[in-house]
């Protein structure tokens, strides 16, 4: 009896005893959470960050920081994903992607690309101290020569075999998909193209687009296909490529039973779809001089102003022409010119479609970190909701490039990327501009000075 009552003190001695209350390395309290998977805000909850990653997400969050944030009022966004850009000197463009809370990236070939160089940026976005955002790619372009990119943009760094790879024959392609195998890529860049500016040049044969796809089977690498057209759209789903790195030059039509039979096809390899409509608005930016007042963009961009040519303007103008007549547009304005790409990706994301954001970053008027937002606001213009663009721009992204175990939402367990907003994000998605702290792995991130 005396053994029993010892033992029932020992019993309530353990129950009584506090509960050990935990360390995190930072606390963001009482903030709104849109978390990035496409659930409804939730309010006031605390954030606890511990060695990079969110260990936990309650409304109260039993632990203790030494480092915290007032989250009240503020809003608190997943890091966001550029998933098209390219460069040629990262040290310089990585920071401005951070400072606009694009905490990853996905470089999708380039005429620096070698493998080496691809190493050298992987691990400048493994690190937490300078300001860069994750990096993730494709393989080099796989593309043929005298065709895009090298004609688009000549130079002499595109180096047959290390920049860039150019077919010749199907045989060639089982040694160059083994070969880019052996390095993280995400998936192999591959160009179908007729352009996309004059002169026209034939596109790469099927049996190329075809060999690549079944290859790249073999090592569990997918084909990220550049399409320009409906034509190219056409051949590469023939051809089995998984996923698309552009929208542009794209027109759906959903009574043609042809087309849409086509995509349903398209639709049961779960593909991945990304944007770049930043492509016609940076095209078309010489054109109207007020964009560049914006306050949300960096000093160094506003003064892009002054590199508007004539020449510039030209080219401007007749880009805008050639884009209201493929699709039979009158007005000049940004929601009219973008209304009918945005229908189209959002009857490809209410069918399911993995659609994830890109910019295509890289020629003028194409902004490090701020044109992923202007891309969001010409889907927002278009008729999506933030709620949905939101999530194109994280946890979509994330599993498009097969890391949504660990990234692209505010999740437990998940890696600490994230945005806080002093405005409501979900009321207009220009409010993603609002940031007050960029976070990287569980680290606050050095900002630019924006005066
Ligand atoms: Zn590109």
Not at 115 to 133: K, L, N, T
Not at 214 to 221: N, R, S, T, W
Not at 229 to 257: C, K, W, Y
Request: proline share 5%.
């Amino acid at each position: 009896m005396k053994q029993l009552a010892v033992l029932i003190v020992i019993i309530l001695g353990f129950s009584c005893r506090p509960e050990p209350v935990t360390e995190y390395d930072l606390i963001i309290s009482n903030v709104n959470l849109v978390d990035g998977t496409g659930s409804p805000l939730k309010e006031a909850i605390s954030v606890g960050i511990k060695e990079g990653k969110i260990r936990a997400l309650a409304k109260a969050l039993k632990g203790r920081s030494n480092t915290y944030l007032d989250g009240s009022g503020k809003y608190l966004i997943p890091g966001l994903f550029d998933c098209h850009i390219h460069t040629i000197d990262y040290q310089k463009d990585f920071p401005k992607f951070v400072h606009y809370g694009v905490t990853s990236v996905f470089i999708t070939g380039g005429s620096l690309c070698t493998d080496a160089y691809y190493a050298e940026m992987r691990e400048h976005g493994e690190q937490d101290s300078i300001p860069s955002p994750r990096v993730f790619h494709t393989s080099q372009h796989f593309s043929m020569e005298g065709r895009h990119p090298s004609k688009t943009y000549p130079s002499n760094t595109w180096r047959d075999g290390e920049s860039i790879f150019y077919l010749k024959d199907t045989l060639q392609i089982e040694g160059l998909v083994q070969h880019v195998s052996q390095f993280p890529n995400i998936g192999i860049k591959l160009t179908i193209e007729d352009g996309p500016s004059p002169p026209f040049v034939e596109r790469m044969p099927m049996a190329f687009v075809e060999k690549t796809v079944k290859e790249g089977e073999k090592y569990g690498l997918e084909v990220f296909a550049h399409v320009s057209d409906n034509v190219e759209l056409e051949m590469a789903i023939r051809a089995g490529v998984q996923n698309l790195v552009h929208f542009t030059g794209i027109d759906i039509d959903p009574q043609d039973s042809v087309q849409v039979k086509l995509l349903a096809e398209f639709r049961k390899r779960n593909p991945s779809w990304i944007t770049t409509m930043m492509i016609d608005k940076s095209f078309i930016y010489p054109l109207y001089p007020e964009w560049f007042t914006a306050e949300t963009l960096l000093p160094e961009y506003r003064a892009q102003s002054k590199r508007v040519t004539q020449k510039a303007k030209w080219f401007a103008s007749g880009y805008l022409n050639f884009y209201k007549e493929s699709y039979g547009l009158n007005g000049d304005d940004l929601p009219t010119l973008m209304a009918p790409q945005v229908q189209d990706i959002q009857y490809l994301y209410d069918r399911g479609f993995n659609m994830v954001l890109g910019t295509d970053i890289g020629g003028d008027f194409n902004f490090q970190g701020h044109s992923l937002h202007e891309e969001m606001q010409l889907l927002e213009m278009g008729g999506m909701q933030p709620l949905e663009i939101l999530k194109m721009g994280t946890l979509n992204a994330a599993k498009m490039l097969r890391v949504d175990d660990e990234l692209g939402s505010i999740e437990a367990g998940k890696l600490a990327d994230m945005i806080l907003l002093d405005k409501n994000p979900l009321e207009a998605i220009e409010n993603t501009l609002a940031i007050t702290t960029v976070i990287k792995n569980g680290k606050i991130q050095q900002r630019r000075n924006n005066k």
